[in-house]
Structures are given as structure tokens and as C-alpha cells.
């Protein structure tokens, strides 16, 4: 059984702070980790997406993978209230399957 | 059209009555997804279409879910004998075949209520 775990929170910083997601996956052989952002009453938008081990920066967020650990974060810079919605976890166990995603884990930024 | 269409939007039902939800994907994306969505909790995934390759349908739940994509295009998910627990939303994404960016283009949903 293929898993990906989240804490669900809700995890609270003021603006301006940095936020830090953190996702395991149990599937050693994933492929691809991806993180979507889910507004309440919407569907998933994809933020972020990464591949390989290391560090992966676009504007205010940072995507981290550690394979060895089956270890994924993202990191929000300079959280705006805007931030606040739940963020999700995807992995790609192999080629040709689909996105197994986490429970996900609710941000809340306050002004 | 531009995105991901889905309907209905909403549908109330009553236990034991059979259900069909349609997922219209984005023009020339040959990978179509199903999952659903219960209150609180992340994506279940349902079924997974690939051009004409076999359906992964690993995740169908029981034997009174099942899919179908015609033409490779328009999806029906349908559900037989529905109990309360099949309700949430269920959510269709489609993508580009090489998935290369992991971009899943998700439809608005259809919220399920049985009751």
C-alpha cells in the first residue's frame, strides 16, 4: 500500500513568517513529488513540483527532497494571509500511474 | 472548452439509487483521473485512464464504482446501489500524456449527497 502522510495541522504563523510543510511517502521507487494548493470549496492547483534530491526554489516557495529519508517539505517565505488554504502532497510511485496524494495540511497565515 | 468540466455540480440522492457523474477533460489530454474527496480528508485516488492502454482502476473501492472513457475523451463514473459513505465530492483531472510537470488540470467537482 502505497502512502503519503501529512500532518494535517492546522499549522498557524503570523505574516511574514516562513511556513513548513512536511510530507513522507512510504514507496521507495517514487518517482516525482509534486505539492497542490487547495483553497477551501476549490479544487488542487498545482505549486510546486520537484525530482530530485536538493533544493528547488520558485519566488516565495521552496521545495525540499531527501529520497533517502522519503522526505519532502515546502518551505513559504514571507507567508501573506493569502497563503492560508490547504496544502497538499502528491507522488508519483512509478511511470504510468497516478498521483497518490496526502491528507493534506491546513495553513493558516494571520495579518 | 478551456478547462475541466464536470456535472453535475451537485447531486442528492436517495440510498440505493445508481448515480452517474461526467467528466469532460481538456481538449487533447490523454490522461483522465478520478478521485473523490470526503469532508477533511485529501484525494482518494479512483481510476486512472491512459490513452488506450487498460484503466488502472486499483483504487475503485468496490464493485459498485466503476468508469468508463469513450472516444478518449468524456468519462462517466458511475455508482450502483449508493450508500452514505459514497458521499463527497468527487473531483476529475485530466493531463498531457508525459505528465512531465505532474500538472493535473482538476474540474470543479461533483458533490455527492446520500442520503
Known amino acids: 500500500q502505497k502512502e503519503v502522510e501529512q500532518n494535517s495541522g492546522p499549522l498557524s504563523v503570523p505574516e511574514g513568517a516562513i511556513a513548513s510543510l512536511n510530507c513522507t511517502y512510504s514507496d521507495r521507487g517514487s518517482q516525482s513529488f509534486f505539492w497542490y494548493r487547495q483553497y477551501s470549496g476549490k479544487s488542487p492547483e498545482l505549486i510546486m513540483f520537484i525530482y530530485s534530491n536538493g533544493d528547488k526554489e520558485d519566488g516565495r516557495f521552496t521545495a525540499q527532497l531527501n529520497k533517502a529519508s522519503q522526505y519532502v517539505s515546502l518551505l513559504i517565505r514571507d507567508s501573506q494571509p493569502s497563503d492560508s488554504a490547504t496544502y497538499l502532497c502528491?507522488?508519483?510511485?512509478?511511470?504510468?500511474?497516478?498521483?497518490?496524494f496526502g491528507k493534506g495540511t491546513t495553513l493558516s497565515v494571520s495579518s | 472548452g478551456a478547462g475541466v468540466s464536470q456535472s453535475p455540480s451537485n447531486k442528492v440522492t436517495e440510498k440505493g439509487k445508481d448515480v452517474e457523474l461526467r467528466c469532460d477533460p481538456i481538449s487533447g489530454h490523454t490522461a483522465l483521473y478520478w478521485y473523490r474527496q470526503s469532508l477533511g480528508q485529501g484525494l482518494e485516488f479512483l481510476i486512472y485512464?491512459?490513452?488506450?492502454?487498460?484503466?488502472?482502476k486499483s483504487g475503485l473501492p468496490s464493485d459498485r464504482f466503476s468508469a468508463e472513457r469513450t472516444g478518449g475523451s468524456v468519462s462517466t463514473l458511475t455508482i450502483q446501489r449508493t450508500q452514505q459513505e459514497d458521499s463527497a465530492v468527487y473531483l476529475c483531472a485530466s493531463s498531457l500524456v508525459r505528465l512531465s510537470t505532474g500538472e493535473l488540470f482538476f474540474g470543479e467537482g461533483s458533490r455527492l449527497t446520500v442520503l
Open positions: 502528491a507522488v508519483k510511485p512509478q511511470a504510468g500511474t497516478a498521483l497518490i
Open positions: 485512464f491512459q490513452g488506450n492502454s487498460a484503466p488502472d
